[in-house]
């Protein structure tokens, strides 16, 4: 069964910083681009990051850019997302997906509150 469980979502205020992980069970991470994806409070789903399999490319939405780092361990078959500098815009369920050749795989998502 595929299984991503986000995790490390909080409240933070604005400039702080949080970790979120994505630990990836029931398919082949290293074989696998993975992507955070975030919904903010009533709107749609907006890409935030990806990461190919190698972990040596990596690509970020200009809203996100310079503030957040997407990394992956394969030992653990886990992906991260650093987030630096947070503002509340920033605000939003981010959930972790898998993407393979016919299918992809979500999370249930975890919620980052930006809020003085």
């Known amino acids: 069964q595929v299984q991503l469980l986000e995790s490390g979502g909080a409240l933070v205020q604005p400039g702080g910083s949080l970790r979120l992980s994505c630990a990836a069970s029931?398919?082949?991470?290293?074989?696998?681009?993975m992507y955070w994806v975030r919904q903010a409070p009533g709107k749609g789903l907006e890409w935030v990051s990806n990461?190919?399999?190698?972990?040596?490319?990596?690509n970020y939405a200009d809203s996100v850019k310079g503030r957040f780092t997407i990394s992956r361990d394969t030992a653990k078959n886990t992906v991260y997302l650093q987030m630096n500098s947070l503002k509340p815009e920033d605000t939003a369920v981010y959930y972790c997906?898998?993407?393979?050749?016919?299918?992809?795989?979500w999370g249930k998502g975890t919620l980052v509150t930006v809020s003085s």
């Open positions: 990461i190919n399999p190698g972990g040596d490319t990596t």
């Open positions: 029931g398919f082949t991470f290293s074989n696998t681009w």
């Open positions: 997906n898998a993407r393979r050749v016919l299918s992809t795989y």
